[in-house]
């Protein structure tokens, strides 16, 4: 069984920086394309980013491209998003999930983290 655990949320101002770091266990991560989601109040599920296996190929949502990069370390055993350029709009719970599908779509993935919270605001 796979487990994925995510750190790195927190409180930062618009413009700031945040790295998410999404660490496996039980299971070794190379299988698996990871991807990320956010989910806001009130708001359904979005996929923000995923990452294939080996990583070549990498796929982000609009709102994000040019501030977000999701990146793995195979060998950590870990995936990353780094998050630059904060808006208040990308407040939300960040989750990784792993699937074995290269997709946006939630259902394709099979384990989830619990999710960290990212908040932007001044």
């Known amino acids: 069984q796979l487990q994925l655990v995510e750190s790195g949320g927190g409180l930062v101002q618009p413009g700031g920086s945040l790295r998410l770091s999404c660490a496996a266990s039980?299971?070794?991560?190379?299988?698996?394309?990871i991807g990320w989601f956010r989910q806001a109040p009130g708001k359904e599920r979005e996929a923000v980013s995923c990452?294939?296996?080996?990583?070549?190929?990498?796929s982000y949502v609009n709102s994000v491209k040019g501030r977000f990069t999701i990146s793995r370390d195979d060998a950590k055993n870990t995936v990353y998003l780094q998050m630059n350029s904060l808006k208040p709009e990308d407040t939300s719970v960040y989750y990784c999930?792993?699937?074995?599908?290269?997709?946006?779509?939630?259902?394709?993935?099979?384990?989830w983290g619990q999710g960290t919270q990212v908040t932007v605001s001044s």
């Open positions: 039980g299971l070794s991560l190379d299988y698996y394309v």
């Open positions: 999930a792993a699937g074995s599908s290269f997709t946006t779509q939630s259902y394709a993935y099979d384990y």
């Open positions: 990452i294939s296996r080996g990583g070549r190929s990498v």
